[in-house]
């Protein structure tokens, strides 16, 4: 489910971002939030969870950083679920 979903609510980010539309933001950074939660990444929870705090407030001012660090870490979770999908396959 997170590997589908995961591109969506990311687009969703970069859409919010890119339209300046902070209550999209919000949104979008809560439900991926809770998406990344199940899998105890603690930088992509507080990324998420600074992204969904910056759409509350409106202030968008480091959106990109924190943007470019929650992307780096649903890279790494990614490639790391992918890993163990395959073992899965292949015991």
Do not use: W, Y
Request: hydrophobic share 45%; glycine share 4%; charged share 30%.
């Amino acid at each position: 489910m997170f590997l589908e979903e995961c591109p969506q609510h990311l687009s969703r980010i970069r859409s919010a971002i890119r339209e300046k539309d902070p209550l999209s933001l919000q949104r979008a950074a809560h439900t991926l939030k809770g998406l990344v939660a199940n899998f105890e990444d603690k930088t992509a929870v507080e990324a998420s969870f600074r992204l969904e705090t910056m759409g509350r407030q409106g202030d968008l001012a480091d959106v990109e950083a924190t943007l470019a660090v929650l992307e780096g870490e649903i890279a790494e979770l990614r490639r790391a679920l992918a890993v163990v999908l395959r073992e899965e396959a292949n015991p």
